[in-house]
């Protein structure tokens, strides 16, 4: 296997995972996803966090290649996720007498998972330094990106930062590794889906991590999924505070549950009028159809959204109550809003969308628009006020 040398004894030695289907059994993954590791063979030797099991069957064997029979000092668990930390007992087991550099937050998880005592933990505080001789580690606590025990290893000699979850991405690393070689266009939306899947819930703490490391210069990002900044961690770096400040593009995304068709035509007709005001940026989903992941990408990106239930039950229909259930969760701020729905009996879909939206606390911009039956223009009114004042 060909070394991928990243700066002065810094190995990339990550792995695509190309086989499965959904990341954290929840998220689609079309275009994989990348797990990275990092070895740092200085006079003493630091592995950066590790794989998910069972996802590069040589791992061992790498690591070993590249120490030449040198012992491996220390392992940086940053962040417990299993994605990141479940080869730990692998390494324990081939390196017993390694000491796991971790903060308090994450001891009671390595004793869980692996039955590790506190004797083979080297606890780490914030702004600690560890020095492997030419690198000199610092940690950064940044609790919740997007686990409590989360945190980032600085190297201050080549101004390195390992920084786990955070500048991360969906998509496996084809060939290039580093920002400078990949094509950023196509990884832009698998980085946002990322983020607002994964991250974005705990936006306030990405703001906190980011100020914690105000005036730290920044030469390279080694992220934990995704490509190496090296050329441009700045941009990287933008794109993190520009999300999770909630900033949002010009544009609408219409998402709809429809059973036969009627709410279906609606979300059609409210499109087409939009687009008559000139607004370029529309995406129309069908929740049915569509996974949530992608949904909340767009509902991310973009200013406004725009959603629209049949009756099902008397309540919302069940794919849009999923939708509704993880925007709640994740909780996208700062977005202009409108409802739309259809029934046969008594209604439901927008009944049942209002209590949700009005959680949401977003800006409704004009009432909704509900009809029984087929849609008509007539009955379809109400979607001039929406289009006019959308954005
Ligand atoms: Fe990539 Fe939170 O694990």
Redo the contacts with the bound molecule.
Sequence with gaps: MKKIVISNKVHYIGVNDRKKNLFENNWPLPNGVSYNSYLIADKKCALVDTLEFGSKDDYIEVIEDILEGRDLDYLVVN?M?P??SSMVGWIIRRYPQIKIVANNKAFKMLEAYFGISTDSIHEVKDGDTLDLGYHKLNFVITPWV??PETMMTYDATDSILFSC?AF?SFGSLDGAIFDDEINFSYYEDEMRRYYSN?VGKYSHMVQKAFAKLKGVPVSIICP??GPVWRKEPQKAMALYDKWSKHESEEGVVIAFASMYGNTEKMADYVARLIAERGISNIRVYDVSKTHVSFILNDIWKYKAVILGSSAYNAVMHPMMQHLCNELEILNPKDKNYALFGSFSWSGGGVKTLVPFAEKMSWNMVAPPVELMGAPTEEKMEGFMEIAKHIL
Aim: aromatic fraction near 10%; charged fraction near 25%; charge should be negative.
């Design positions: 962040h996720e994605d990141h997007h686990w979850d991360g994964i934990s999924h």
